[in-house]
Structure formats: structure tokens, C-alpha cells
């Protein structure tokens, strides 16, 4: 029995957002436990290529989740965490 099209093309949909969103928390854990860092050095991380990692920092950044600071030549992400509350007297 053959599977209808549009039931592959949701599985896959589904997979892709999966893989996307485990990307985007890895990441995120990156920059938090590390610091500031090149997409370069996250691409080296995680064994893949700039361009893969780009797209989904500047996703990051649309939430608010990063941001990208330019230190002379070099692009910085790291990640958009509130300031701490506590007021100190």
C-alpha cells in the first residue's frame, strides 16, 4: 500500500522543523555556555559550512534570542539575555 503524496510531503515538513528547531537550541547553548562567537567558529563546531549556520542566527536574531556586534572586521553573535534586576545599594 502506497502512502498519498501530501502525507510524505507533511512528514518531511515535520522533520525539517524538528531538525531546525534542534539547530536553533544547539546553538542557542553554544553562545550561552561559550560566549561570543564567529559563525565561523560555530560552523566549526558543528562541522559544517558558515552559510549553513547564518540563516538560522539571524532566525535567532528576529526572535531576540542574538545578536550580531561588529568588532572591527570581525561579526560577533552572542546571545540577548535581559540584564540581571537586582538593584544593588
Known amino acids: 500500500m502506497e502512502f498519498p503524496e501530501m502525507l ?8 525539517e522543523d524538528w531538525l531546525t528547531i534542534a539547530r536553533l537550541e544547539v546553538l542557542e547553548y ?6 561570543n562567537l564567529r559563525a565561523k567558529d560555530l560552523a566549526q563546531i558543528l562541522g559544517c ?8 542566527l539571524k532566525r535567532l536574531e528576529g526572535c531576540g534570542r542574538a545578536r550580531c556586534l561588529k568588532v572591527g572586521r570581525s561579526v560577533i553573535w552572542s546571545l540577548n539575555e535581559p540584564l540581571s534586576e537586582t538593584i544593588y545599594y
Request: no cysteine; net charge negative.
Open 8 to 15: 510524505e510531503e507533511e512528514e518531511e515538513e515535520e522533520e
Open 30 to 35: 553554544l553562545l550561552r555556555r561559550y560566549g
Open 49 to 56: 559550512k558558515p552559510a549553513t549556520i547564518q540563516p538560522l
